[in-house]
């Protein structure tokens, strides 16, 4: 198996129609995965989180046309090689995969990288301090001005956070980027990245993938 060439593919959908499609959804998850499951105290926190590596080893399957079943989704950090940080697929190690979760509902993506992926649910974040902290000038002006605030910072508060999935920014520096093109919206593109947004429902959405790949394709799970 392998990532080279190989379409990205976004999916999203709600949590439970993402555990509904799996006898054992548990049984699917590697040990640590399970370890990390059964220490969550929220059911609906844990459902969400089982979800999520579910739905990205769903999304790996289908671009590498091979089964859920044969895919093992592993997380190793490269400086305490603890199992946290960015998730890599054992038998094929060179596609990238990324997921996210909120409030029931959870999104993946899988494909050639770097790819980072992020959605948020309506009603957003309620700090008003909030948005000034993590975006710039140029972003908190475009958000006040929009009909929906709310929904216009979580349009960029999920870009910035897939850029920190990929490794690009971190909570610290995101306030440090400005995501506003010259035509005053949203850009399209940072860094050699490109955004593919999102919206379905209460949630919003948006992957980063590389800017030379064609977009990729986003598919709602019912």
């Given at each position: 198996?392998g990532g080279?060439?190989?379409a990205?593919l976004?999916l ?5 129609d993402?555990l509904a ?5 548990l049984?699917?998850l590697?040990e640590?995965?399970r ?6 105290r929220?059911e609906?926190?844990?459902?969400s989180?089982v979800?999520?590596?579910l739905?990205?080893?769903m999304c790996?399957?289908?671009v ?7 895919l093992?989704?592993?997380q190793?950090?490269?400086?305490c090689a603890r199992?946290?940080?960015r998730p890599?697929v ?6 990238a995969?990324?997921w996210?979760?909120?409030?029931g ?15 948020e649910a309506l ?7 909030l948005?000034r902290?993590v ?11 929009a ?7 979580l ?5 910035k ?5 990929v ?6 520096t995101l306030?440090?980027v ?7 919206e ?6 050699g990245?490109r955004?593919?947004?999102w919206?379905?429902?209460?949630v919003?959405?948006?992957?980063a ?8 394709s986003?598919?709602?799970l019912?």
């Amino acid at each position: 198996m392998g990532g080279g060439g190989v379409a990205t593919l976004v999916l999203t959908g709600r949590s439970a129609d993402v555990l509904a499609r799996f006898s054992e959804p548990l049984s699917a998850l590697s040990e640590e995965e399970r370890a990390r499951a059964t220490a969550i105290r929220s059911e609906g926190d844990r459902d969400s989180m089982v979800a999520a590596h579910l739905l990205a080893r769903m999304c790996a399957a289908r671009v590498l046309g091979t089964s859920v079943g044969d895919l093992t989704i592993e997380q190793r950090c490269s400086s305490c090689a603890r199992p946290h940080g960015r998730p890599t697929v054992v038998q094929a190690p060179e596609l990238a995969v990324s997921w996210s979760h909120t409030r029931g509902h959870v999104a993946a993506t899988a494909g050639a990288g770097p790819l980072g992926i992020d959605i948020e649910a309506l009603p957003g974040r309620n700090s008003d301090a909030l948005p000034r902290r993590v975006l710039a000038p140029a972003e908190v002006r475009w958000m006040l001005a929009a009909a929906d605030p709310q929904a216009a910072f979580l349009s960029l508060w999920v870009r910035k956070e897939a850029l920190i999935k990929v490794g690009l920014l971190t909570l610290g520096t995101l306030s440090t980027v400005d995501l506003i093109g010259p035509a005053g919206e949203p850009a399209e593109a940072w860094e050699g990245l490109r955004f593919t947004g999102w919206s379905r429902g209460p949630v919003i959405g948006a992957c980063a993938t590389p800017q030379p790949a064609g977009r990729p394709s986003v598919q709602h799970l019912c």
